[in-house]
């Protein structure tokens, strides 16, 4: 039913477009059922886009390849779970689930907003449905996933590195966040739109930002995992442009998280924080033209599209409108308080402000160099991990240490004694671990040395924050101990997540440093039964064995492993050839010490066919405490997440007597 | 197929439309049809009571911040009089409003 799904899409790009022109004629002439309409069109829209999904969904099932997509992206071998994930595979499948999220988003802070009755939602609306308008627009002009053809007997399949379970989730979770974060900035234009100064677009739009932030953080974290364990290089993260593209949208919303505390605080920063959400959606945006349009050569961009004139004259477009409104508005957006100190914690709000935008810049700089070096000049250049480590090292490790100090430091200004004191636990922690780790030998990696160090200091400020709070919230109502620490932070769920969050953070820098600055590896070439050594590590290849899989002939090398003496059982190691594909794909074998947190991690380079092996071996410190992080981090981002009954009271009130000062 | 395909989407486009149409449809001829926004004065009531949050909620992170002794007595008291003082202000124009408006919905009848 091609048909079908085409007739959708473009009832999806009318009902858009209604929504962006009736939406922005009521919400300027103030014409209530006007908007209404509009609205509902949004809240259609998503209806529409489900229809079109759907339909896609279903020929991927039934294995329908007289849609060229289904065709392209699966094959009759394909196992099913692969089958759905081909969904998300290809360029318009990609296109159609941003799509679906986003008609799903608009349509739920609709139904939200309307409930809430925010009068900021008749110019959220417009601006929600400009950018539903473009994707609609592209998937029924540009790349539509309906295209028919005359149906061969066998599909294409999907590229082997995209079989893999994490690609279930990860693509959609990132997808969660780059969509996620045009709620915050439909609502901040909205607010602006409206010449709005008050911060009901802050209030309305903190959980989406935060939700979409998490679900960026964790979507990265997959595709790290996911890179890997399945492109079978031996690392996670190698600064590729399209990793960097999800990268710089969540810095720049950590930053924004930040500063609209200080926003809410003090009332400061009003154009600063537009600005950070104009810079993530826009990055978003971005990031999404980055892997969809070919316009880089990497591993994440599977396709050469038409789409990159497209994006880049609709981000454009974005960029310039929004800005041209902030600007607009610069007199009603100015702060009546100012900063009372640089010692204070608004100040170390400002200054990892500055870090985080300065780190997201230097990365956006480093993608965008190579394609305007290609456009300007002809000249292909690429900007490669130095350049990042680089700029990594200079604003992360003070990135690091603020996150140690800010929850130290007061709100307003903080005097050198009460400093002294608060600072006296967590530094003494981090100069006793820091002379440790030194005698230890950690000061083979400089670099190491002081981000463990920093590490230990920003644990230690946490742990001592929730000490001091458990201790106080203990005094004032004699509770438990226990009871006071959930009563702790119960009453102040953001400030105690964010803390958690950072705890994951710091986790995961302690990996990042393990497993990069004091790995070991070693190449060798091995017959059946030679061994080689690493590390304490003693490898032995007994055999190589191989076997059919589903669509694929699996090569396995099995190696024998000892350490110390005793035996750690047998690592498997190989390439999958696919059938359908044609492809090989390497298959690694790790071996993780869950005490430890170290891996040993087995990459068979190259099989000959007189049985010998070309091996090479990593043993990557401390690399488990990366995953780890990621539980630590969404277990902290629910925290925040978690509404709390008085906080909603509290606003519930404040809004309930503005509306009885309006009747009035 | 292709019959059903777009006998399909034509339901799907004819629900779709009406319910686009629904707020006219309800009311064909409303009383009023103008969009409520907050004049100036609600504006500046909204301010306000954000002002009074944020003073409430500075206070009050104050007195835990000096609770768990991270911030000292002397800190403490230099910061609270004006917070204090801030809130006070905030109340009383708060309340002044109030009672303005008060006046006006008895005058109004």
């Known amino acids: 039913m091609p048909e079908l799904g085409r007739a959708a899409l473009i009832l999806c790009l ?38 079109a999904a759907a339909v896609l969904l279903a020929a991927l099932l039934r294995n329908d390849f007289s849609f060229k997509y289904v065709a392209e992206h699966t094959s009759l071998e394909l196992p099913t779970p692969y089958t759905i994930s081909a969904f998300w595979s290809g360029q318009e ?77 990860h693509p959609p979770f990132l997808y969660l966040g780059y969509v996620g974060l045009t709620i ?35 979507g990265q974290l997959l595709g790290a995992h996911w890179a890997y364990v399945e492109v079978g290089w031996g690392g996670y993260y190698a600064w590729d442009p399209v990793e960097n593209a999800a990268l710089m949208p969540w810095l720049a919303a950590t930053a924004f998280l930040h500063s609209v505390m200080i926003q809410e605080k003090r009332g400061m920063l009003k154009v600063w924080n537009m600005l950070l959400v104009v810079l993530a959606f826009c990055l978003a945006l971005f990031g999404t033209f980055l892997t969809r349009s070919g316009i880089v050569s990497s591993i994440h961009s599977f396709t050469q599209s038409p789409l990159g004139p497209w994006f880049l004259g609709f981000i454009c477009l974005v960029t310039a409108g929004s800005l041209a409104l902030v600007i607009s508005r610069l007199p009603i957006l100015r702060a009546k308080t100012r900063m009372e100190s640089l010692v204070s914690r608004e100040a170390t709000f400002l200054y990892n402000n500055l870090l985080l935008v300065a780190l997201c810049l230097t990365i956006l700089w480093g993608v965008a160099f190579p394609i305007l070096s290609e456009a300007v000049r002809g000249e292909q250049i690429t900007v490669s991990a130095p350049y990042y480590n680089f700029f990594l090292r200079i604003f992360g490790l003070p990135l690091l240490l603020l996150m140690g100090i800010g929850p130290l430091v007061a709100w307003r200004r903080a005097s050198l004694r009460s400093l002294g004191r608060s600072f006296a636990w967590p530094a003494g922690i981090a100069v006793a671990v820091g002379l440790v780790l030194l ?17 230990a200091f920003v644990l230690g400020s946490i742990g001592y924050e929730f000490v001091r709070g458990t201790r106080a919230r203990r005094a004032l109502a004699g509770d438990s101990w226990p009871a006071a620490f959930a ?24 990996g990042v440093v393990g497993s990069s600055a004091y790995d070991k590896v070693r190449e060798q070439k091995l017959r059946p039964g030679q061994t080689m050594a690493i590390g304490d590590y003693r490898l032995t290849y007994r055999a190589l064995v191989n076997r059919q899989g589903p669509n694929a002939t699996e090569y396995r090398a ?28 390497n298959e690694v074998g790790i071996r993780s010490d869950h005490l430890t947190g170290e891996d040993l991690f087995v990459i068979t380079d190259q099989i000959n066919t007189d049985q010998s092996v070309v091996f090479k071996v990593l043993v990557k410190p401390l690399v488990n405490l990366i995953w780890l992080s990621g539980f630590i981090f969404l277990a902290g981002s629910l925290i925040a997440l978690w509404p709390s009954a008085a906080e909603q009271r509290r606003l519930a009130a404040r809004y309930r007597e503005l509306r009885a000062l309006a009747r009035a | 197929m292709t019959t059903l395909a777009l006998a399909l989407g034509a339901l799907l486009a004819v629900g779709c439309a009406l319910y686009v149409a629904l707020p006219f449809l309800r009311e064909p001829a409303p009383a009023d049809d103008r969009l409520g926004e907050p004049g100036p004065l609600e504006r500046r009531a909204l301010e306000l009571a954000e002002e009074r949050d944020r003073a409430l909620a500075a206070l009050k992170e104050l007195e835990f911040d000096h609770r768990t002794g991270k911030i000292s007595d002397d800190d403490y008291r ?28 008895r005058a109004a009848g």
Do not use: C
């Not at chain 1, 689930?97 to 959220?124: C, E, K, P, Q, Y």
């Not at chain 2, 609270?80 to 008060?102: C, I, M, N, T």
């Open chain 1, 558 to 585: 099995l190696v024998d492993v000892r350490r110390g003496g005793s035996s750690l059982g047998t690592i498997s190691s190989g390439k999958n050839e696919y059938r359908a594909e044609q492809q090989q794909s």
């Open chain 1, 14 to 51: 009318g009902l858009a477009v209604y929504a962006l022109a009736a939406g922005a004629y009521a919400a300027a002439t103030r014409r209530r059922r006007l908007a209404r309409s509009a609205q509902n069109a949004l809240l259609a829209a998503f209806g529409a886009s489900a229809a």
């Open chain 1, 487 to 510: 009563e702790l932070i119960a009453r102040n769920r953001r400030r105690y997540g964010g803390y958690v969050v950072h705890a994951a953070i710091v986790l995961l820098a302690i």
């Open chain 1, 184 to 218: 915050p900035f439909a609502f901040a234009m909205g607010a602006l739109l409206a010449r709005r100064t008050d911060e009901l677009w802050i209030v309305t739009t903190r959980r989406w930002t935060l939700f979409a932030w998490t679900a960026l953080g964790i």
């Open chain 1, 439 to 455: 005698a230890l030998g950690a000061g083979s990696s400089w670099v190491g040395l002081v981000a463990y160090t920093f590490s």
């Open chain 2, 78 to 105: 230099e910061l609270v009089g004006p917070l204090r003082r801030r809130v006070a202000e905030v109340l009383r124009s708060l309340e002044l409003r109030a009672k303005s408006s008060e006046e006006r919905v």
């Open chain 1, 93 to 169: 499948g990609s296109l159609l689930l941003w799509l679906l999220i986003l008609t799903g988003f608009g349509a739920a802070a609709v139904a939200l907003g309307r409930r809430a009755g925010w009068d900021l939602l008749a110019w959220v609306v417009p601006v929600l449905g400009l950018v539903t308008t473009f994707f609609a627009f592209m998937l029924v002009v540009v790349s539509s996933p309906f295209d028919t053809q005359l149906a061969p007997a066998d599909g294409a399949g999907l590229n082997p590195s995209l079989q893999n379970p994490y690609m279930m989730i």
